[in-house]
């Protein structure tokens, strides 16, 4: 199991839900071409979306900090 990846395969997870989050808000008080108004946007919900979005991305930056201070112990220990 490599650490890293796992990471890695978390902050890109993070990344897609950033920016579908991204892509809602934008399309607030959006019209349609026949200037229907478009607002489905639930903005709390994309809040909270992109509150989540945010500590998915710290988590998984500490998850590889750590990994890369076992592999540098690891590196010490050999050497």
């Known amino acids: 199991m490599d650490i890293s990846a796992i990471a890695l395969q978390g902050l890109q997870q993070a990344d897609a ?19 229907a108004n478009l ?3 639930d903005l709390s919900a994309e809040v909270v979306a992109l509150m989540s979005a945010k500590t998915e991305f710290s988590a998984n930056l ?5 990994a890369n201070e076992i592999q540098k112990n690891l590196i010490d220990l050999t050497a």
Request: charged letters at 25%; hydrophobic letters at 35%.
């Open 39 to 41: 607002d489905t946007v």
């Open 62 to 66: 500490k998850t590889l900090k750590t």
């Open 17 to 35: 839900q950033l920016e579908k989050a991204a892509t809602r808000i934008a399309a607030y008080g959006a019209t349609s071409p026949d200037g």
